[in-house]
């Protein structure tokens, strides 16, 4: 390298001495690495870096920052939000090979992961263990990018986010230092909490390359139930009862009558086009008896329709099966049509007016929507859909994505419950946070990494 | 305020026009708060400020930060590691007439509170509408405290410690910016988790003035359980089984044969001074005797005798009187003595041998402890007492306490499960976490506190 060397051609020969034919600038892989499963224009990285160790993703930091030559993480490719698209260019840093399952230690529930390994592959793994890890976004992502987005999914109600999960992690460091944050005990009081300030911050502060997750004991029993309503609101109402009457139920998820029309359609399923209630219960025999039958009383007492219990786990599977392919099902539903998807998540005792409010906005817009909502938390997706041909479509989605998010902040609510920031919803950090806040998360950015180089453009508005 | 007036004087001046009587220079309010509840020397703070909104939190962190003087912040002055003692003497920030109960929000269970409300006026508050605030260290200390320290209890084995209960914080910075973190939903990944990074930064990030808390709902039933068993290891095997065997626990907390001496005396406990488990179940009728059940064939395979149960109030209260009254009964057994207390939390599979093993340094090293824990959580508290007339007394203690935190983290522990760093654990953060991860603190601290205003002297170890 020279002085007159620009700083990408100096990261890529530096690069390549150790990653060889792993650093990538062919075009079809760039490409691939240009965007995640959203809706943002997609932008081709300089090269794609495949490491395989966390000394590779150390040493690759540190040339990139000498040279201040920014760097996008990559998993599974699956965010929501453009997190992926590397906006600056740059080095697209693919994690996905790092997928190694490195510990698990049973008596304490506990282990120890590579970002690249899926919940999939985890739950797979720990079967024979009668553990699982419980919490479970639609995609088929990696638990790398679970860490980033602070994800969660159905069981989040009863298990938690990724907030609660993640019991520690290793980092690499913008400049190639490695770090190790929390550890195996239960709870510590030990200094800040470095865990849960890399959880959710979306690779903007740091590479994560180990993960040690609290798992699960596979409860004794688990029954599944569906109820359907014949108003959103009534079954909107059902999930705020049973929350207050603090029935521990382990998933209580929503679809609305335009969601249930394109599941039962792409999934087979056996109901009426009407609002739905998809219900677990996890516990003893007994317990999971009990509550399905607390839940029960107060959907017939709503109005509830044929509250159908499923024991076996075939039935069970199928059920969550379609709900986790609901994004599918509704670009299924309107052929020719591309979906972005909201993620506001509001206080239980609002959760009726946002989401029947959420769904007039959809209808008076003229927009084809579905919802479906991790309602026990309060959080709930519209997907919008509009013709992929229609050059002002995406515009006049993204124009109801903020009329539907701005209600649910007027309720006290967050723009994301569990996708992120990304690209697509850096514009209402303000309004939710307000601006003294966005100044102390530049603050911890530039504390941590003083040359922007990672992740640059996403999560934080560029300051007014 | 002229140019060579001293920093002191001049922010003395400048909040005297603002609190009034409130700003204290009063010797015995000085040497009130000029310690906690620990073995530490006591240092005066210059003066007290008794505050009593943010607006004058704002003004006066404003006019430290400007002039370079130290603010200690303190509550009920419960901490046991020295967080209130203002070794660099200035502005003890009492904020104990911060008080008010804000917000219930029944419906959503959660609430509002200012930080020098207690968790016992808190729950007295809650009792008529169902709910209650589950942390519960020992002490009468303050939620402000309890968010610095990032408290938890005997209940936090079912419902987690402060980091799971606290939804949202209002701060005042160390320049006087007042922000708001967190909110009412129950998750969010809408950026930096700003107020995980506040729960458990010991004053020294800036100062709290509101906090946002989750509730639980008060169970339908509840039922204690005593046991007790002839050894040590056997009490806390019962208790590694019950863990692993998932029964979901409301608290499961040990006492050791010298504790019960203490308690029994002091608490006039009906039991015999041997290794003792005190338990409680939550839930359903039916749950709690399931839960109660299952824990009594574990304990009986363990050789437990005695299980005895306590289905009503009264006696389930003193039990858990006895429980909190731990410390006190410690000190009472050895009249003239003082004690000093290590809080170290390991891996549940790994509690047996550092609990014996911790007894076992003690007893070599002649010095009388009494073992508590939270040992469902695997932390537990070695209370060391020494006499107060002996001048080595208290070096002997903390070398004993070394020692037994030593073998906690080669167990793969923390050197603090809840009492927080302060003075007295600082010397272990680089051990535990390594030098690396106590560099990011420290860039995070000067991002937060450049002038090193707040609590300066506390958390971070002196850089080498």
């Not at 691939?32 to 990285?45: C, F, M, T």
């Not at 992690?169 to 849960?196: F, H, P």
Request: glycine share 10%.
């Amino acid at each position: 390298m020279t002085a007159d060397t620009n700083p990408l051609d100096a990261v890529l020969a530096a690069a390549r001495a150790f990653l060889g034919e792993r650093l990538s600038i062919n075009a079809s892989i760039r490409e691939q690495h240009s965007r995640g499963e959203d809706a943002n224009p997609p932008v081709l990285p300089d090269a794609v870096a495949f490491v395989e160790t966390t000394a590779e993703v150390s040493k690759l930091l540190a040339l990139c920052n000498a040279h201040g030559v920014p760097v996008t993480p990559f998993g599974a490719g699956t965010s929501l939000e453009g997190h992926v698209v590397p906006v600056r260019r740059g080095i697209s840093l693919d994690l996905s090979r790092m997928a190694a399952i490195l510990e698990v230690n049973a008596e304490d529930m506990d282990c120890l992961v590579e970002p690249g390994v899926s919940r999939h592959q985890l739950n797979e793994h720990l079967r024979d263990q009668g553990l699982f890890f419980p919490v479970d976004p639609g995609s088929h992502c990696s638990l790398g990018g679970m860490v980033a987005t602070r994800a969660s999914g159905t069981n989040a109600v009863r298990y938690g986010t990724m907030r609660e999960a993640v019991m520690g992690l290793e980092v690499v460091l913008a400049d190639g230092r490695v770090i190790t944050t929390g550890g195996r005990a239960r709870k510590s009081s030990s200094g800040y909490d470095l865990t849960r300030l890399f959880v959710g911050s979306e690779g903007t502060l740091g590479v994560v390359t180990k993960i040690r997750l609290r798992l699960q004991g596979i409860p004794e029993a688990t029954t599944a139930a569906v109820c359907q309503f014949d108003s959103l609101k009534d079954a909107v109402e059902t999930v705020i009862m049973t929350m207050q009457a603090g029935v521990p139920v382990a998933r209580i998820e929503l679809a609305d009558a335009d969601q249930m029309r394109a599941s039962i359609a792409y999934s087979k399923l056996p109901y009426e086009p009407l609002p739905t209630l998809f219900l677990e219960f996890h516990g003893s025999p007994a317990g999971v008896r009990e509550q399905a039958e607390a839940v029960e009383a107060i959907a017939s007492d709503m109005g509830g329709k044929g509250f159908a219990w499923a024991e076996d786990a075939e039935t069970r599977n199928k059920l969550w099966k379609a709900r986790h392919d609901a994004w599918w099902a509704a670009t299924a539903l309107y052929p020719g049509c591309r979906g972005i998807t909201t993620d506001v998540c509001v206080p239980i005792s609002r959760l009726a007016e946002a989401i029947v409010g959420a769904k007039e906005e959809a209808v008076a817009a003229g927009q084809n929507t579905c919802i479906v909502g991790h309602v026990g938390d309060g959080n709930y997706h519209c997907v919008i859909l509009f013709p992929a041909d229609d050059p002002q479509g995406l515009e006049k989605a993204w124009a109801l994505d903020r009329r539907i998010v701005a209600r649910g902040l007027a309720l006290g609510g967050t723009c994301s419950g569990e996708h992120g920031v990304g690209l697509g919803k850096r514009e209402f950090l303000v309004d939710e946070h307000g601006p003294a806040v966005l100044d102390v998360m530049r603050s911890l950015k530039a504390a941590m990494d003083p040359r922007g180089i990672l992740n640059p453009g996403k999560m934080l508005p560029d300051a007014a």
